[in-house]
């Protein structure tokens, strides 16, 4: 069975502070990899997703970054956080090709003070 | 590029009634629906989806219905238990390279009292 593991599972961080969030895939090769973004009692919105080791591909612009060192691994950062950065921060894969199922970690909740 | 509206921000029925939560979408290329479940502090949990070449899906309880014409999909929970009291998001999605972009509705929050 695939599981899927975010860190940290908090944070609170200084404005203009640097970020790092992970996520990790266990039990799927080659997955679809996405990150979102959930303000607090909000909806989500996409903000990146990877098909592939080292392809990112940017769907909205909040000043992060996202990066795919491995095939299981996606990492999310800036560095410099802003307090509009503050919320609940969600990892998602899915099967690569044509399949639209996406599956959800159980997110980092960030403060930026 | 898509934007999904979610008409019942919240919702209250009594244990055992049945709950629909409403859905619309404009893009006509979006060809997948999913529902979503979120409880307090946690992530999502898929709960069931829809594709756009059926109209009706059951799974257990819940029921989603697509209206192509209309641009509108919907969850009909039947006979339901204070654990089904959570926040449901809709989504809508179409392809995007082989990814694919999920596009959220505001979320609607359901309780179901005892």
């Known amino acids: 069975a695939q599981t899927i593991h975010q860190w940290p599972v908090a944070e609170i961080k200084a404005v203009g502070s640097p970020l790092s969030l992970g996520c990790t895939i266990k039990?799927?090769?080659?997955?679809?990899l996405y990150w979102y973004w959930q303000a607090t009692g909000g909806t989500l919105q996409q903000l990146f997703y990877s098909i592939t080791v080292g392809q990112v591909e940017s769907v909205v612009q909040l000043n992060l970054s996202a990066s795919r060192p491995k095939d299981d691994q996606f990492i999310l950062s800036t560095e410099k956080l802003l307090l509009s950065h503050s919320g609940f921060y969600l990892c998602a894969w899915s099967r690569g090709g044509s399949s639209y199922e996406q599956y959800f970690g159980p997110g980092t909740r960030l403060t930026v003070l | 590029g898509e934007k999904v509206e979610q008409h019942e921000s919240t919702l209250s029925v009594r244990e055992g009634d049945s709950a629909v939560i409403n859905c619309t979408y404009t893009?006509?290329?979006?060809?997948?629906f999913p529902w979503y479940k979120q409880e307090a502090g946690k992530g999502l949990h898929f709960v069931i989806d829809i594709r756009s070449n059926v109209d009706r899906k059951q799974s257990q309880r819940l029921i989603v219905l697509l209206d192509k014409k209309a641009k509108r999909f919907s969850l009909h929970i039947t006979a339901t238990q204070p654990e089904d009291s959570a926040i449901y998001f809709c989504?809508?999605?179409?392809?995007?390279?082989?990814?694919?972009?999920?596009?959220f509705g505001k979320g609607a929050k359901l309780t179901v009292s005892p």
């Open positions: 989504a809508a999605s179409m392809q995007q390279g082989t990814g694919s972009k999920l596009s």
């Open positions: 039990g799927k090769s080659s997955p679809n």
């Open positions: 893009d006509t290329a979006s060809s997948y």
